[in-house]
């Protein structure tokens, strides 16, 4: 058996070359704040590639996605490991589009903090008298740019996301920029009108995109996972107030509350961690992993 190494490691993911695809492993090293955290998250990263590959094909009919399959059967040998099965996927090479797209279809997190102080989320007006975690007349598209690791992405509007689109890929800004505004809206609008079906609202999201060989866009990365998503348990919403999600919010809250933890949960912060992934995959796809 060929050992074989990343060829790029993120906070969660490490990416394998496989010559003409990639292979994306989601481990279940778990982020806050932007810093890896020293515990590991059972099965969090079989949570968040199963995730995906249940967005990716519930949205086929929106438009392609890099997904090629789950099945470490149709990978090189190295990767028929128990460490590899189930959180891996192989996906097609793409030159991604160096845009972060965030949909807010809910006012909470840096959004509310902007539109307290200046009634605005990255440069859009909102209506006046928005409560926290209000639901906003129609979901809004707030890209960032993408960051390298230890970096903080950075909030832009959408005229600078064409601006940094141009500048890349030039006399295919405007053109990027529309596309991905009108994807990222109509991806999020058919999820979340699913997902509420079954008790989950999607507060916030983000995609990320890719051009494949023949300069079509193609949806990247991670779905509408609980690591790129905010989800809120629709039986309790109640805006006026932050809410209880099924994501890593919950491990976020413990670091802010106690000092000194030195990037460390507690045991039963961990076990509550993945009970939250668990249960939110079950709530949308109605299984068990």
């Not at 074989?4 to 090293?29: F, W």
């Not at 209000?134 to 832009?156: Q, R, V």
């Not at 079906?197 to 023949?214: C, M, P, V, Y």
């Not at 990247?220 to 999600?245: C, I, K, N």
């Amino acid at each position: 058996m060929t050992e074989m190494k990343p060829i790029a490691e993120g906070k969660v993911r490490e990416i394998y070359d496989n010559g003409d695809s990639l292979i994306l492993v989601a481990t279940d090293r778990i982020s806050c704040f932007d810093v890896i955290l020293n515990n590991e998250v059972t099965k969090k990263g079989t949570v968040l590639t199963q995730m995906s590959k249940f967005w990716f094909d519930y949205t086929k009919d929106i438009l392609p996605n890099h997904m090629i399959s789950v099945d470490v059967n149709d990978m090189p040998e190295f990767f028929r490991q128990p460490r590899f099965d189930g959180n891996s996927m192989m996906c097609k090479k793409l030159t991604m589009l160096p845009v972060e797209c965030i949909v807010r279809g809910y006012i909470t997190g840096s959004g509310w903090a902007s539109y307290k102080e200046n009634g605005t989320v990255c440069g859009i007006k909102l209506p006046e008298g928005l409560k926290e975690s209000d639901k906003l007349p129609e979901p809004i598209f707030t890209p960032s740019t993408k960051a390298e690791i230890g970096d903080h992405d950075e909030n832009i509007s959408y005229e600078q996301s064409i601006e940094y689109l141009e500048k890349r890929f030039p006399g295919k800004g405007e053109e990027y920029a529309s596309k991905l505004k009108e994807y990222t809206i109509a991806l999020y609008k058919k999820c979340a009108e699913y997902a509420l079906s079954k008790g989950i609202i999607i507060a916030d999201t983000k995609f990320e995109f890719g051009l494949d060989e023949d300069g079509n866009i193609v949806i990247g990365d991670e779905m509408l996972t609980p690591d790129s998503s905010r989800f809120w348990p629709a039986d309790v919403y109640e805006p006026g107030h932050g809410q209880p999600s099924f994501d890593k919010q919950f491990a976020r809250d413990w670091l802010k509350a106690n000092e000194g933890h030195n990037w460390t949960l507690p045991q039963d912060v961990v076990d509550k961690t993945i009970n939250i992934y668990l249960e939110g995959y079950k709530r949308l796809t109605g299984k068990d992993l």
